[in-house]
């Protein structure tokens, strides 16, 4: 394939006369950046091609010939595991953008008439297409030889774009697709009497292959939810906590890790587990990704399959009041339904309403007695101009429901940014109508993720490191700004200043609580407590401790703040 206009006229020319002081990581384009031969000698290290990774729109550019299968892009474009297949691509095109600090946006448009070249951004220029932990630990030695600013990338789901940066080095963990089941699976250091039903996933199993692997034992397992299962099973989604909508039942994602294996700083491989650097063990259960090394994979508990019910609900209406009475009620009823065994997912408009719960070996009965209060509450507003429809189904197994649902595309290829909030039990107990209120207000609607309560709140805070407020959260709320391809930075600033608002609104009503660091907006003031609370000093002495080279900085992470806004420069 041809390159056009990536890399060399990117702007990041503007560099090429700059070298790196030992406080900033080297780029692409100064003068400290590798040279050929100590790329060849790197490829000499590793099992694949080194990859030079392009946005993923180049191949329509450019528009009087393109260069590649523009078709394939165009219709890949929205579908999450077509995106985590390129190298080069984020999930939110944002990510794979630049803004230089004039407002010029560095970009590749799918659209290409916008403006006509295809710009590198924020896509990094050299990546190693990992494929065993020894590719890793070349990568990682290289990194820290050359002192690159490194990326570490699975899927490119990232809220935050983690997973990417402007003229970085990048290891890319897609193809570590290893699945083994064991049903007698012994952590390293344990002893043989200690043996769990276990799955070990590769770095870059991404979800609807571990369903479908854990679905042949006739077990299933704590996993996310998204279009076509592309979110990565083994990476930033357990490493960030995990929500699940099993969670209710077994835990957060990190709270069912038995292993993983680790590539640190030093290129050194280690396993860590309860036997084996507990203190690392602890951090990698939600203190983050990307920030204490490169995890290799992950085994997991598995548990045995059971039938759920499943409730939909769905209402529209133009008349705003009538919907935030339902939502106001629908609110007030979950530390009940939690109590019920439910969990699930929502989406909320000033004018939509929709949910699909379940519950774990629950008859459509019990779901009935459980939400016909609920269901008969809206029928009552049908009369001011509700209209409501609702279902309930039985499913053999958790995985008929998630395949029934999420087998499809959609939900990325847009460019967004996004703010949560951890709900806690207490404010839908003592304070729910304020709380529908602020919420119902927020511009644009919210994701509604009832995926806490039950075995998430009777896990001891303290057992891993995910965010305690998640122990005491119902539901974790999820809500944003987005645009079209083509807005200027002005544009942009404005929404972002919405954002901003909608924050300091949600935070108001819920202020001990945090938010879930995995889908969180990287304007938060008080990141270290909003996203780790009381763990952040015990995260970050065990960042320390194991990642003596500082290489592994990412937004708003573990030991970030030593870093400028560019995660560049030590600050
Ligand atoms: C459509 C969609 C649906 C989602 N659904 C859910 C859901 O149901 N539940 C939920 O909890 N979250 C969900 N998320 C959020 C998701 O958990 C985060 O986006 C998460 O960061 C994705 O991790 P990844 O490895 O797939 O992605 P990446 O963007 O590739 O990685 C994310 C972060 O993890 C780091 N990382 C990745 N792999 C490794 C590794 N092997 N070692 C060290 N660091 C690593 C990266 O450096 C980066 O910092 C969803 C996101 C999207 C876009």
New binding site residues.
């Given amino acids: 394939m041809r390159v056009f206009n990536v890399l060399a006229p990117l702007g990041l020319g503007a560099l090429a006369c700059a070298s790196s002081s030992s406080d900033c990581r080297c780029i692409y384009g100064e003068t400290c950046w590798p040279n050929t031969t100590q790329f060849d000698q790197l490829q000499g290290q590793i099992s694949q091609p080194l990859l030079h990774p392009l946005p993923p729109a180049s191949p329509c550019y450019p528009p009087s010939d393109p260069s590649g299968n523009c078709t394939a892009v165009n219709q890949g474009w929205g579908d999450?595991n077509w995106r985590s297949s390129q190298d080069g691509a984020?999930?939110?095109t944002n990510w794979e953008t630049f803004t230089f600090k004039n407002g010029t946006i560095d970009a590749c448009y799918l659209n290409t008439t916008i403006t006509k070249i295809c710009e590198q951004g924020s896509v990094p220029v050299v990546g190693v297409d990992a494929r065993e932990p020894s590719d890793i630990q070349a990568a990682v030695n290289f990194a820290v030889e050359h002192n690159l600013r490194l990326?570490?990338?699975?899927?490119?789901?990232?809220?935050l774009g983690?997973?990417t940066a402007r003229g970085s080095f990048m290891i890319w963990?897609h193809n570590m697709k290893n699945i083994t089941y064991n049903s007698s699976f012994v952590p390293e250091g344990a002893p043989a009497t200690e043996s769990y039903e276990a799955i070990t996933l590769g770095?870059g199993v991404q979800w609807h292959e571990a369903y479908d692997a854990i679905q042949a034992q006739g077990r299933v397992m704590v996993g996310?939810?998204?279009?076509g299962g592309?979110?990565?099973a083994?990476?930033?989604?357990v490493?960030?906590?995990?929500?699940?909508s099993l969670a209710p039942s077994f835990g957060l994602?990190a709270d069912n890790v038995v292993e993983m294996g680790v590539v640190l700083s030093t290129g050194e491989y280690v396993v860590a587990n309860s036997y084996q650097r507990p203190d690392l063990f602890w951090a990698l259960r939600g203190g983050?990704?990307?920030?204490y090394?490169?995890?290799?994979h992950v085994t997991y508990h598995t548990y045995p399959s059971f039938p759920v019910a499943a409730v939909f609900f769905e209402a529209n209406t133009t008349n705003t009041d009538v919907m935030q009475t339902v939502f106001t009620e629908f609110t007030r009823i979950h530390p009940a339904i939690s109590d019920a065994g439910w969990s699930g997912y929502a989406l909320i408009s000033s004018e939509a309403m929709g949910f699909f719960y379940i519950a774990p070996n629950t008859s459509v009965a019990q779901a009935n007695a459980t939400f016909d209060p609920f269901f008969t509450f809206a029928q009552n507003l049908t009369s001011q101009g509700l209209i409501v429809s609702n279902y309930t189904v039985p499913f053999d197994s958790w995985y008929s429901w998630y395949t029934t649902l999420f087998n499809t595309t959609g939900?990325?290829g847009g460019n967004s940014q996004i703010s949560s909030r951890l709900l806690p039990r207490e404010s839908f107990e003592n304070n729910y109508e304020q709380l529908a209120k602020t919420l119902f207000a927020l511009p644009g609607g919210y994701s509604w993720?009832f995926?806490a309560g039950g075995e998430v709140s009777r896990i001891d805070p303290d057992s891993v490191a995910v965010n305690p407020a998640w122990r005491d959260a119902l539901v974790e709320v999820a809500y944003g700004e987005s645009w079209d391809e083509g807005a200027t930075s002005g544009e942009i600033d404005a929404l972002i200043s919405q954002l901003k608002q909608s924050m300091a609104a949600v935070s108001a009503i819920t202020p001990n609580s945090g938010a879930?660091y995995?889908?969180a907006s990287l304007y938060e003031v008080d990141f270290q407590y909003t996203f780790f609370g009381e763990h952040y000093p015990s995260l970050l002495a065990i960042k320390d401790k194991y990642d003596p080279h500082r290489l592994f900085v990412?937004a708003k992470?573990v030991g970030s703040e030593e870093w400028d806004s560019e995660l560049r420069c030590r600050s």
């Fill in positions: 999450g984020m999930q939110s990326v570490v990338k699975n899927t490119g789901h990232d809220y983690r997973s963990t770095a996310g939810a998204s279009a592309s979110v990565g083994a990476g930033g989604w490493l960030g906590g995990g929500h699940s994602g983050g990704g990307g920030t090394g490169v995890v290799t939900q990325v993720n995926v879930y995995n889908e990412v992470g």
